[in-house]
């Protein structure tokens, strides 16, 4: 027999569950981000068109869904209206409206309503990913400021242009510093064209400029980093990207 798929095993134990004792009651939760992803929760659970109330109970807020096949199709109570907006833009929205909230309650207040008739809408898969990108960046930045202190720590010579408050922009010989910002003025200006990013939206190339000498160019949304490094450590340099490529996947 083969193995049941992972999404299919969860729709059959979601319609074996009694749900009718769902609504209508508090559910406490113990973050934000628990709260954000009952409600995610929610809009996959719902593939009728229905209209469903999400109370905060300690702000006395009420945000009103409109979801219908498992996608968000409209929402209210939450602030402006973002013709535009993407699943991080909803998802903002929800976790400004519900700010202080620890508890909520779920109503369906209509069911089988009338949709907009209009091309926006949010799937779940969307809000989802949104989620967890949202939930990611405290402890990918961690990760990256290791990496950029590694980086520069075994550098004969560094720039950095996104150095933490307090600390020196570069250090080392000018003629390295020179080479450093050509290289990563053209690599930017071909990663802009290109829009190829990697794990937490960073890459890494590395250029041999001698033959004892490295340059490790590392490219980030937050600044990009220079390094001239002995070549000797280029097997070190290779573990350092494998072990952030896997703490960021």
Known sequence: MSQVDDGFADAIRLFAQDRDGYYGMWHAFKSTQDLLAAIVAE???TV???????FGEEQNVRVLLTVSNRHLVDIEGVGPQLEDA??????????KALAGCATLKFEIVERSPELLETGRSWSHASLLKALHEESAPDGQRQVLETLR???KAMALSWRDFAPVAGQPLSDGNPEDLGLIDRCLTRASENTGKQKLWKPANATLNMLSVADDRVLVLLETPEGNLGVVCRASHRAAIFELWRAFVAATS
């Open 43 to 45: 809009i996959g659970e």
């Open 149 to 151: 202190d590694k980086l």
């Open 48 to 54: 009728l068109a229905r209209r469903i109330a999400v």
């Open 86 to 95: 993407n699943g991080a833009a909803v998802i903002e929205l929800l976790s």
